[in-house]
Each structure stands twice: as C-alpha cells, then as structure tokens.
C-alpha cells in the first residue's frame, strides 16, 4: 500500500510538472503567433533621484527606486533587478564613454544601498 501511494505521488508529481510546461509553452506559441512579445524591444528609460521612467509604443511605466532589489554588471550590459521576475536590461552600447557607465553605477547603487 505504502509502495502503491508512493508511486502514485511521483505519478501526479511529474504529470503537475508536464502540464505546466505544456500550458507555459502553448501561451508562448500563442503570444508570438499574434506577434506580440513578452517584452518591448525599444524603450525609452529616463533615470530621476526617486524614479525611473520607462516608455515605448505600449505605454509609459513609473517605477519608484525603493523597489530596485540589486544591480548586476556584466561584459554584456547592466541588469538593474526590480524583484524576482523582473529586471531592466541596459547593454553595453548604451554608455558614450566608460566613466559615464561609472558615474551611472554610482548613482544607481546610491539608490539600492540607500534603502
């Protein structure tokens, strides 16, 4: 019985996981088919002392810089973390000159360890 109860559990454990998948997957298929994205490949970021403005042809978001949970710098670009899911990406090319991706990194850590 007990053998049977814990084939059972895997059982439902590993179809609860495909199904998810599946679901994830087809959403995905779905949103690229109707041309959208998950995300906006041009945008317009405008850094302020309390906020960060973000725009592009879907709308404008404001997001306050208490909620930035951590920085991250890469060869790449900058990754500036606003929770678990989401982030915004500033790639490398963006900078005009390496101290002003210094000067920029300051400012910004400023704001996270000023929590």
Do not use: W
């Amino acid at each position: 019985m007990v053998l049977l109860a814990l084939y059972l559990c895997l059982f439902l454990n590993f179809f609860d996981k495909n199904i998810i998948n599946l679901i994830v997957k087809s959403v995905i298929r779905a949103v690229k088919k109707q041309g959208r994205l998950p995300y906006n490949k041009n945008i317009r970021v405008k850094f302020c002392e309390d906020c960060i403005f973000e725009s592009s042809e879907v709308g404008e978001i404001t997001m306050k810089c208490d909620f930035l949970g951590k920085v991250v710098t890469s060869e790449h670009g900058d990754y500036l973390y606003f929770g678990a899911i989401q982030a915004l990406i500033l790639p490398q090319h963006i900078y005009e000159s390496e101290q002003q991706r210094v000067n920029f990194l300051t400012f910004i850590n400023g704001k996270v360890s000023a929590k």
